[in-house]
């Protein structure tokens, strides 16, 4: 059975660091392309970072670029989200989500085949 846990959310203010983790069960991380989405409330998932060892790719979404970093420990299967610079706009639910499909395919949410159960973030300004 697969499951995805994150962790590292919270409360913090504007400027502010956190580092979430996602570790898996039941597969490998480093067979998937790994991503970041988030979501605030009453709108999309949006997607926030992307990795995979596979197709040797790192990816990251506009808003977050040069302030969040996405990194794996293989040897945990585990991936992380180290998110500096917090703006309160950063404020939502972070989910990791596991995807077999091809690295073109990262920025969307719906054909990613495992999630988490997703992590809060909340940015104080």
């Known amino acids: 059975q697969v499951q995805l846990v994150e962790s590292g959310g919270g409360l913090v203010q504007a400027g502010g660091s956190l580092r979430l983790s996602c570790a898996a069960s039941g597969l490998t991380f480093s067979r998937y392309v790994v991503g970041w989405f988030r979501q605030a409330p009453g709108k999309e998932r949006d997607f926030v970072a992307a990795?995979?060892?596979?197709?040797?790719?790192?990816d990251y979404g506009d808003s977050v670029k040069g302030r969040f970093t996405i990194s794996t420990d293989n040897a945990k299967n585990t991936v992380y989200l180290q998110m500096n610079n917090l703006k309160p706009e950063d404020t939502a639910v972070y989910y990791c989500a596991a995807s077999s499909k091809v690295w073109s395919a990262r920025s969307n949410a719906e054909l990613y085949d495992y999630w988490g159960q997703g992590t809060q973030v909340t940015v104080s300004s």
């Open positions: 990795i995979s060892r596979r197709a040797g790719g790192m």
